[in-house]
């Protein structure tokens, strides 16, 4: 059974950093894409980040240029830095992952609370 863990949610000050960890276990495919989500109470979910098995990344725009993606296709992780952290990105942000052959699966999601 596929599994999605992610880590390294908490509480920052705004203009603070954090780095949130997904890693998947139980899988014997490799992943065409992993992402980020986040969802803010009241809100949709929404992509924040996309990286696919080539490196090719995409981010909302408005984390780029503070967010940076990150995979290791060896070990199925994916890692999200976030800089400059602002009030408005905290949410729940949640771990995707696709193979367009089998389906897509996500983690549990973790908080991630920025006070201003």
């Known amino acids: 059974q596929v599994q999605l863990v992610e880590s390294g949610g908490g509480l920052v000050q705004a203009g603070g950093s954090l780095r949130l960890s997904c890693a998947a276990s139980?899988?014997?495919?490799?992943?065409?894409?992993m992402s980020w989500h986040r969802q803010a109470p009241g809100k949709e979910r929404e992509l924040v980040a996309q990286?696919?098995?080539?490196?090719?990344?995409k981010y909302a725009d408005s984390v780029n240029g503070r967010f940076t993606i990150s995979r290791d296709n060896g070990k199925d992780t994916v890692k999200l830095q976030m800089n400059n952290l602002k009030p408005e990105d905290t949410a729940g942000y949640y771990c995707?992952?696709?193979?367009?052959?089998?389906?897509?699966?996500w983690g549990k999601g973790t908080q991630v609370t920025v006070s201003a």
């Open positions: 995707r992952a696709a193979n367009s052959w089998v389906g897509t699966y």
């Open positions: 139980g899988n014997s495919f490799s992943f065409n894409t």
């Open positions: 990286i696919n098995n080539s490196g090719n990344t």
